[in-house]
């Protein structure tokens, strides 16, 4: 799939250089050699706290390949993913907006969307915080330290003489992932095949259930907006037009006799 053509289309009502689970080992804290493989909008959701607005979802996907950050799968070391979650927000002041300000300058510059930096290397900093206490107290790993994000050029840059040596970061094994929510811009082909680009296959057991490993299109459907969204339209199946006239007539027939009472 084109991600670079697509997001070229999707800028035309989504410019986003304008202001406007399964359990995983956690990431090692420290420099981080790093390729940006997905982005995906996951829709309008309600919040956990009830004092905040509805949000946009989005998630960015990178792997990570510095040796700290390679897993051991089916016998190989393989780069291991990190999400970033976000709520979605083009005001300048917006997290959000600061990671594409960041990417796109460690990138060279002049990308207007998130698909258009799809496979591109980055150079950055995992940092590990922790929240609660006690028996709660859990430890998450970002990629800011108190809102400042890390994101750099994947240069190494002599002290003496400011001479920039690029960094070797491995190849992208994972296929590019990415997924916009209701795009007017993207074509019907286009979108569904996004969509459909997001199946897991397959489940998984927690606490004695075969959970779902389809969880990015589960949380898809289950965001606020999904009925009546033009994805919802052109993926899940809805009556003929045969059936539509049939029900046409019947109603008809039926406002004639005393089945139907005027309210």
Known sequence: MDFNKIGRTATESDNQSVDKKFERELPKAGIALMRFI????????????????PALKTQLIFELSTPKHLIEMEGKKVPQKFTLRLNKGLTAKSGYKKVFNMMNKALGGGHTHFFQMLGKPLLGEIFHNTSGEGDKKQTYANLDDAGAFSFKKPVSVDALTDVETPIQIMEQINPSQGFLWENESISDEDYVSMWESLFIEGTYEKDGKDVSKNWIQESIQENMEWEGSTLQALTEEHVSLDELETDSVDLAAAAESDDIVAM
């Open 38 to 53: 997905g982005y995906i909008e996951t829709g309008r959701h309600e919040p956990r706290n009830p004092q905040h607005k």
